[in-house]
């Protein structure tokens, strides 16, 4: 059974950092994308960050451009999100993806693993 499971969400004040980790079980990732989406209360679930398998590129969403970075170590079967300069709007669950290809894409149909997610709550 495949499981991602993130952790380093919580609370912080506007202008602090967080660092998310996810960590895959079950199926290696190594030749696979992975990524970041995230869900603000109410509002609908967006792509944040997505990184191919060989990790030399990554995109991200205008919102986090300059903001987040996201990074992966395939040995560890385990892919981060650094986030810096948080705003109050980045508050939302985010959750940890992986697909079964290798190439990063933003829509999450390309993603067939979800983590359960994990809460970030950004104070103004």
């Known amino acids: 059974q495949v499981q991602l499971v993130e952790s380093g969400g919580g609370l912080v004040q506007a202008g602090g950092s967080l660092r998310l980790s996810c960590a895959a079980s079950g199926r290696t990732f190594s030749a696979s994308a992975m990524g970041w989406f995230r869900q603000p209360p109410g509002k609908e679930r967006e792509f944040v960050a997505a990184m191919g398998w060989s990790g030399n590129s990554a995109d991200y969403a205008d919102s986090v451009k300059g903001r987040f970075t996201i990074s992966r170590d395939n040995a560890k079967n385990t892919v981060y999100l650094q986030m810096n300069s948080l705003k109050p709007e980045d508050t939302a669950v985010y959750y940890c993806?992986?697909?079964?290809?290798?190439?990063?894409?933003?829509?999450?149909?390309?993603?067939?693993?979800w983590g359960q997610g994990t809460q970030v709550t950004v104070s103004s």
């Open positions: 993806v992986g697909s079964r290809f290798p190439f990063r894409r933003s829509d999450p149909i390309a993603y067939d693993y």
